[in-house]
């Protein structure tokens, strides 16, 4: 019983794939932070030039 134990908790130390994914999570997060900043920050001066050419494209 404690050898099944002791081996159930080897082999869940040694599984590194929740550790992984836990690390594509916070990578996936900083990179969603990084893109929404950067969006919040060009917002205006995007919003300026696409203004500006549909402005000529309409007219």
């Given at each position: 019983?404690?050898?099944s134990l002791v081996a159930t908790a080897a082999a869940a130390v040694a599984d590194r794939k929740g550790?992984?994914?836990a690390e594509y999570a916070i990578l996936a997060v900083a990179i969603v932070g990084a893109v929404?900043?950067?969006m919040?920050?060009?917002a205006p001066l995007m919003?300026?030039?696409f203004n500006a050419i549909f402005g000529v494209v309409a007219s």
């Amino acid at each position: 019983m404690i050898r099944s134990l002791v081996a159930t908790a080897a082999a869940a130390v040694a599984d590194r794939k929740g550790v992984t994914a836990a690390e594509y999570a916070i990578l996936a997060v900083a990179i969603v932070g990084a893109v929404g900043t950067a969006m919040a920050a060009f917002a205006p001066l995007m919003l300026a030039k696409f203004n500006a050419i549909f402005g000529v494209v309409a007219s």
